[in-house]
């Protein structure tokens, strides 16, 4: 994999290689290129501009290319010389639709980013919509513009964590981490698996493990339900409207920082209009950037964010990519390998 010349003599030591890997950085990150530069002095990138009349030339020279998905998707069989592709985010779903499944396995090995980097930000937006809702603070933001007090009682009500269950559909490295914050504040976890685990590997901060046949039950024991599953053919309408009819005894709340497909906005907007679900926190949907006419929108039991849960930031990009690169140097297993038979 490593290419070296030697400086002096017949070693290729430490002190005399030159890394000659073409490594291409595809991306609109613009602080990725130096902040790699910076890590990895001793390695040549090479910054190949989005929409540049040669970009697909430069692509195709490329050993190790560094990209966005969603630049690469049209491009994902025309890259000859890729032996290892870093994606700069982790759902990969376009990237997987655009592969003829006729072609492979492909000729590279292709990583995402996701795992602690991403689950620490995504279990603080989890725990942050869930506060903000229990003790009605953007009520308390607002009265703030006109300066009221607005404090209605003495003793208000309020839910804390420890008095809620909580269930998380989708237990890879990033659900595990919004559950083991959301355990950390006493919250009651369920945790939605392909697979219950046997009773020594079961994790301390989960309370309750239910199988997707098991999904009934599992809507009818939550307060809040997170999604965090990818897009796969498995995933996809999960959640139909006859499923969470079995939300309305615990007039559910539903937080979607996974993908949207689990669920049809058609079955969505009904299981709010007939109360079976009391709320939704949503940061991902059908269409992106959601439509102003979408009904969302004024749907005031709904809160909408722009697909920021989770944020590819240049610096995890490039902890990752650099933890990858001295596996691949050394020939070890990489990091987050992409399944494109599972879909992530």
Request: aromatic content about 8%.
């Amino acid at each position: 994999m490593i290419n070296c010349k030697t400086l002096s003599g017949d070693n290729c030591g430490v002190q005399a290689v030159i890394m000659t890997q073409q490594i291409a950085v595809y991306s609109v990150l613009h602080k990725l290129p130096s902040l790699l530069k910076a890590a990895l002095p001793q390695l040549q990138f090479h910054v190949v501009e989005h929409g540049a009349a040669d970009a697909l030339g430069a692509l195709q020279k490329a050993e190790i290319i560094i990209a966005d998905g969603f630049l690469l998707s049209p491009i994902i069989h025309q890259l000859p010389n890729a032996k290892w592709i870093q994606c700069t985010y982790a759902g990969v779903e376009n990237i997987v639709a655009a592969v003829d499944k006729t072609k492979l396995p492909l000729p590279f090995v292709m990583t995402r980013l996701t795992g602690d980097l991403f689950g620490v930000q995504m279990a603080e937006y989890v725990v942050s919509e869930i506060v903000n809702r229990e003790r009605n603070l953007f009520t308390y933001y607002d009265y703030q513009k006109i300066a009221k007090w607005g404090k209605e009682s003495f003793f208000p009500e309020v839910r804390t964590m420890m008095d809620l269950t909580i269930g998380i559909m989708g237990f890879g490295e990033i659900g595990k981490d919004i559950a083991r914050t959301l355990k950390s504040l006493r919250a009651e976890i369920w945790a939605l698996v392909r697979k219950i685990p046997e009773d020594k590997e079961k994790l301390a901060f989960v309370d309750n493990y239910r199988k997707v046949e098991d999904l009934p039950e599992f809507l009818q024991k939550c307060d809040y339900v997170i999604n965090v599953l990818p897009s796969t053919p498995q995933t996809t309408g999960l959640l139909n409207a006859d499923l969470l009819k079995n939300c309305a005894s615990k007039e559910t709340v539903f937080i979607n920082i996974g993908r949207a497909s689990v669920v049809k906005e058609e079955d969505l907007i009904t299981a709010l209009e007939n109360k079976w679900l009391s709320a939704a926190i949503l940061d991902v949907f059908e269409k992106e950037p959601l439509p102003p006419d979408n009904p969302l929108w004024k749907m005031p039991q709904v809160t909408v964010t722009p697909h920021i849960s989770g944020i590819s930031r240049a610096k995890d990009i490039v902890k990752r990519f650099m933890e990858n690169y001295e596996k691949y140097k050394n020939n070890k297993p990489l990091l987050n390998v992409v399944d494109f038979d599972k879909g992530y």
